[in-house]
């Protein structure tokens, strides 16, 4: 297993524009969680999955972001409407049940 | 998302030295405590994990100590080297559900 991928690596945007971006889980894992960090902060929790099942949202989830799993395995994160201060590290980890998730290496978004 | 006061925010060591760092939370529904390490543009990677009704656990250079009491834990690193140079975090797993990272604390291990 080649651990959590994420994609893209990085992603620079325009302000009003939309991004998404995608997380492969190991595959034996059945929860998928989306964090973001920002310059100088830990990591802070946005959504998580588990199988296909959205079970929590944060309040930093603004109506801009969208997460889905469709199938259980793969996960997209849709920011619509950009601003500038959506710029951030977006992680995504994946865990079998509730143990310490494992990170992907996350996708730095600019936004101009 | 102030539930968890991590401390020091800064740390130099010497090589061969030890590193202590510090958590702190209130909420008692935090059921599992991991530290985790995060080079420069990568992702954060668990080091070492504890449960609470375990007063310390070690592997290999890293020891977590926990006092359930206090509502307190931390993370020692024993003989400290250049490339445990990195930030890091202590984030106790909420009901089972999701982390709450602390603020971090960077490291820096001096030859």
């Known amino acids: 297993d080649t651990g959590v991928s994420q994609n893209p690596r990085h992603k620079i945007t325009k302000r009003g524009q939309n991004v998404t971006f995608r997380c492969d889980p190991i595959?034996?894992?059945?929860?998928l969680y989306w964090y973001r960090q920002t310059l100088g902060q830990g990591p802070e929790f946005l959504t998580y999955?588990?199988?296909?099942?959205?079970?929590?949202k944060s309040r930093l989830l603004s109506d801009r972001f969208s997460a889905e799993r469709p199938k259980g395995s793969f996960s997209t994160l849709e920011i619509q409407r950009t601003e500038q201060g959506d710029s951030a590290m977006y992680l995504c980890?994946?865990?079998?049940?509730?143990?310490?998730?494992?990170f992907g290496p996350g996708t730095r978004l600019t936004v101009l | 998302q102030q539930q968890v006061k991590q401390s020091p925010q800064s740390l130099i060591v010497q090589k061969g030295g030890i590193s202590i760092i510090n958590c702190a939370y209130e909420?008692?529904?935090?059921?599992?405590f991991p530290w985790y390490q995060q080079f420069p543009g990568k992702g954060p990677a668990l080091l070492i994990a504890?449960?609470?009704?375990?007063s310390e656990k070690k592997e290999g250079r890293f020891t977590i100590s926990f006092n359930k009491s206090a509502k307190q834990f931390s993370l020692h690193i024993m003989d400290s080297q250049p490339g445990d140079s990195a930030t890091y975090f202590c984030?106790?797993?909420?009901?089972?559900?999701?982390?709450?990272f602390g603020t971090g604390t960077r490291l820096q291990v001096f030859p």
């Open positions: 984030a106790p797993l909420l009901n089972t559900d999701k982390l709450i």
């Open positions: 909420n008692t529904a935090f059921d599992y």
């Open positions: 980890a994946s865990s079998l049940w509730g143990l310490a998730g494992t």
């Open positions: 504890i449960r609470p009704d375990v």
């Open positions: 595959s034996e894992h059945n929860r």
């Open positions: 999955f588990q199988n296909e099942a959205q079970l929590e």
